[in-house]
């Protein structure tokens, strides 16, 4: 059986125990949409309705063309962290009777101050970490092992300057797309994503340190010196040297 979206979605706001609907994924990102895009679309059920509901059955459905998660709004309510990015950037087909959907929706693009602040610290240490072994293993003469540290700090740094912006990382997928329309604060984005390609194309050392000290002054600015005064003397392999040249992101 294959599903079409327009008559799924027909059936479904038919449905009196569907309380929300939700379009996440290129369909949900202007501009971003290929011929080889299917529709990826929530199903939120109400709490005390989905064992009614036929369409609990089709929770996990595939297709080329439709692929669907069924839930509840309680469910909704807790997405696993991955799932975050996709529902922020989502589209509320439909939501009912309160808005209770949109008002989740709404909510998974800012994390609390205080999930920010935990996060931002742990992320901004494994940033530094592979940071550290990049510029030894470079050092040291290892230039492989180098490459792949570096390559392995881009994710934590990306999710990094997200996290100090209190927004969830997107999928690298749609990094560009994000950042052309929705910049961050203290970053120029194409120089930025210029540095990060870069950085994973050819795990220089250069253009990390280069980043590093922007990335060092904007999480002294957002409270986390602490993590970083606990790197001590290390803190001086990470820092541009004084004659780099390299290419800076802002």
């Known amino acids: 059986m294959t599903l079409d979206f327009a008559a799924f979605v027909a059936d479904a706001t038919a449905d009196p125990a569907v309380v929300g609907l939700v379009l996440k994924g290129s369909r949900a990102h202007d501009g ?115 490459h792949l540290d570096a390559a392995a700090g881009v994710g934590f740094l990306l999710e990094l300057l997200f996290t100090l912006d209190r927004r969830p990382r997107p999928y690298n997928k749609y990094l560009a797309w994000e950042l052309d329309r929705f910049p961050l604060p203290g970053w120029e984005s194409a120089a930025l994503l210029d540095t990060v390609a870069r950085i994973t194309a050819t795990g220089e050392v250069a253009p990390q340190q280069q980043l590093f000290a922007q990335v060092e002054a904007a999480a002294r600015a957002a409270g986390h010196a602490a993590v970083l005064d606990a790197w001590g003397e290390d ?16």
Do not use: C, Q
Request: glycine fraction near 6%; avoid cysteine; aromatic fraction near 6%.
């Open 32 to 146: 971003m949409t290929t011929r080889h895009s299917d529709h990826d679309l929530y199903v939120i059920l109400a709490d005390d309705h989905d064992a009614a509901s036929g369409l609990a059955a089709l929770d996990g459905y595939r297709s080329a063309r439709l692929d669907l998660v069924v839930t509840t709004l309680e469910r909704f309510r807790r997405p696993a962290d991955w799932e975050r990015y996709a529902i922020a950037r989502s589209r509320v087909l439909v939501d009912r009777p309160d808005g209770e959907v949109t008002r989740i929706v709404a909510a998974m693009g800012r994390l609390g101050a205080e999930e920010a602040f935990r996060s931002g610290a742990a992320l901004l240490d494994a940033y530094a970490n592979s940071l550290y072994r990049s510029v030894k293993n470079h050092r040291d003469g290892n230039p492989l092992a180098g």
């Open 235 to 250: 803190l001086r392999l990470m820092r541009p040297h004084p004659d780099s040249r390299a290419h800076r992101s802002s």
